[in-house]
């Protein structure tokens, strides 16, 4: 290719002379192309060497030159024509436009005349843009590639992409892969939510509903606690209401009762556990329809049986530990103090005086025995009421009399006046001074005669844990009767045309029981656990609770009577009670075969005992193992 130059004029030397440059050509090789030109002085073609300078502007006129100045001496001009190297290095033919500036002097002058027009730069030099790939056509040698290709180049790509180098390494965020095979996955973790559903985590709850077989019969090892078809996992409660899961075992640790419900849709098989770790105690109740059956311990199968002892003003009742001795006494005048040998089933006349007798206690042997007579002196006993001597206590209005378990310590109140208390078997007794005169109407002892407790008829309650008589919270009431659990603890009370009273922490709370009828209440006594109580009253008959007065239930054949007085022995399974103007009663606790149905039954157990029941289908329950007695309502 060539380039024609034409009509350059030049100054030269300070002379002017008038120089003609036409015509010009230019051949391409890298970023360099020759310039052929031709030079004239004047009209004459010229001739000689001469020094070149040559720059490129982007436009014809003015402007600021782009790329480097090329300054090329003494080249040799014949005839006026002269040929040249240029190269203005690469990345300037971009597809921009350009002109040509030449300057020129004749050798070893001091300055260059430019000349002009600037001359446009045409196609040959352009020759040098097709080092780059920019308009390439066809097919490029992968071997011509080199270097790092930018990300740009990749944008929008579409087409299969196959790498078959084991070496190939990736990085950066693979976040929009997709169709992958899992099954080439040798390193690194998958996490937990790029997994299947179906897969089981070692760190989450887990429902297995498949079959799983574990065929090492003696390598497999389980720890915690399993639940579901007979695998019974063992749960802690902290309160006092539980409702039950179905395969579920309940350690109950807690020092109040702790209620149980069964589940009310059980499938045949279903497991419920129950272990009465705690001192409250637990109590199993029952949906509607369901009862329990096995073999327990309750009054379900007994009545009341009326002895054959005279009718009289029975007063007061007492009994041995174990139910078998009984002592009573009635506020009728000649009559004596009556003792049973056989539970009260068989009563006879004791070798006491005949008066109008109030209160009598008894050691828990039956034994030593205390008796105090309506407004006048007290008898002791040592040989289970065969003979009776008076002791030094003042005759005064004795209302009630409460024995510790050895008969050494005895406490006696006076409606009017004060509390005694004896340290020798009645042999002397002491004022307590700390307890007010008021109108005391029961006392009770626990099984040691250290803690006691006293009701006021009109009044409230006080305990002695010490040496000083101080009021409960008990609300003021007309109390007349309490009662005492073995260790002083667990209380409970009764008031006349009121409600039944319990407390479990020595009176310094008490919780009236919802469930206890309001009535005439006449007395109360309990078990040395203080979970079964028993309780009659002057115009309701009896009730009886196994589950510390949470509950109580009536006893049949009871109404219509004006009961006086109750004992109960020291498991709480043989009662007896007698009627003011009527007969002695006894009950004995018996064997029965299933707890009552509905919602009124319920089974119940102390600190110590414990009941696995399986549902086993028409809404009942059984037994496959127990400890302790298990009683039922």
Not at 42 to 50: D, E, F, K, V
Not at 164 to 174: E, Y
Not at 257 to 266: G, K
Not at 536 to 561: E, F, H, L
Request: proline share 3%; net charge positive; glycine share 12%.
């Amino acid at each position: 290719m060539r380039l024609i130059k034409s009509r350059w004029l030049s100054v030269l030397s300070g002379v002017f002379f008038i120089l003609q440059f036409q015509g010009g050509s230019a051949c391409a090789q890298g970023t360099a192309f020759f310039y052929q030109g031709r030079l004239n002085v004047g009209a004459s073609p010229a001739s000689g060497t001469y020094d070149f300078a040559f720059s490129l502007y982007p436009t014809n006129q003015s402007g600021v030159a782009v790329g480097p100045l090329l300054t090329n001496a003494a080249v040799l001009v014949s005839s006026g024509l002269f040929t040249t190297t240029l190269d203005f290095g690469p990345g300037l033919y971009t597809g921009s436009n350009y002109w040509l500036q030449i300057a020129v002097r004749t050798n070893g002058a001091a300055t260059f005349t430019n000349l002009t027009p600037r001359q446009p730069l045409l196609p040959v030099p352009y020759a040098a843009f097709a080092n780059t790939a920019s308009n390439l056509l066809g097919t490029v040698s992968s071997a011509q590639l080199t270097g790092t290709l930018p990300s740009s180049a990749f944008a929008g790509y579409t087409s299969t992409v196959i790498l078959t180098n084991s070496g190939n390494v990736f990085g950066g965020n693979g976040a929009a892969l997709t169709s992958l095979d899992a099954s080439r996955l040798a390193t690194g973790t998958v996490g937990d939510a790029r997994l299947s559903t179906n897969v089981a985590l070692l760190n989450a709850t887990q429902t297995f509903t498949g079959a799983s077989t574990f065929t090492n019969l003696y390598g497999n090892r389980f720890s915690g606690s399993f639940f579901g078809n007979g695998l019974v996992g063992w749960l802690v409660p902290t309160g006092t209401t539980v409702q039950a899961a179905i395969d579920t075992g309940y350690l109950l640790t807690n020092a109040q009762r702790v209620t149980v419900h069964l589940p009310a849709a059980p499938v045949i098989g279903d497991i419920v556990r129950v272990s009465g770790a705690g001192k409250g105690g637990w109590g199993i109740l029952q949906n509607t329809n369901q009862s329990i059956l096995g073999n327990f311990f309750g009054f379900g199968n007994a009545s009341w049986q009326q002895s054959s002892v005279a009718n009289a003003n029975w007063a007061s009742i007492a009994c041995s530990s174990d139910g078998m001795k009984w002592v009573a006494a009635a506020n009728s005048s000649s009559t004596k103090v009556y003792t049973s040998i056989d539970s009260g089933k068989t009563w006879s006349v004791s070798g006491s005086l005949s008066a109008a007798w109030q209160a009598v206690a008894s050691s828990a042997n039956g034994i030593k025995l205390v008796a105090a007579r309506n407004n006048n002196a007290m008898y002791c006993s040592t040989n289970a009421g065969v003979t009776w001597a008076i002791n030094s206590a003042p005759s005064t209005n004795w209302s009630s009399l409460a024995s510790s378990s050895d008969g050494s310590r005895l406490v006696g109140v006076v409606n009017g006046g004060r509390i005694y208390v004896s340290t020798d078997s009645g042999g002397t007794w002491t004022l307590q001074t700390s307890a007010p005169s008021t109108s005391w109407f029961s006392v009770a002892s626990s099984a040691d005669g250290t803690n006691l407790v006293a009701v006021v008829a009109g009044g409230g309650i006080y305990t002695n844990s010490g040496s000083a008589w101080a009021p409960t919270g008990a609300p003021v009431k007309n109390w007349v009767s309490v009662s005492s659990s073995a260790d002083g603890s667990r209380l409970a009370a009764v008031e006349t045309g009121g409600g039944i009273y319990t407390s479990n922490n020595r009176g310094a709370s008490w919780t009236q029981q919802s469930n206890a009828p309001v009535y005439t209440w006449a007395a109360i006594a309990g078990s040395a656990d203080g979970s079964r109580l028993v309780a009659v009253s002057q115009n309701g008959g009896i009730y009886c609770s196994i589950d510390y007065g949470a509950t109580w239930s009536a006893q049949s054949g009871t109404t219509g009577k004006t009961w006086n007085c109750v004992a109960s022995s020291s498991d709480g399974g043989t009662l007896a009670a007698g009627v003011f103007g009527g007969g002695l009663y006894s009950l004995q606790a018996s064997f029965q075969t299933t707890t009552t149905q509905g919602t009124n039954g319920s089974l119940s157990g102390v600190q110590g005992s414990a009941v696995e029941l399986q549902y086993i289908g028409n809404n009942q329950f059984m037994p496959v193992s127990s400890a302790g007695i298990l009683w039922a309502n």
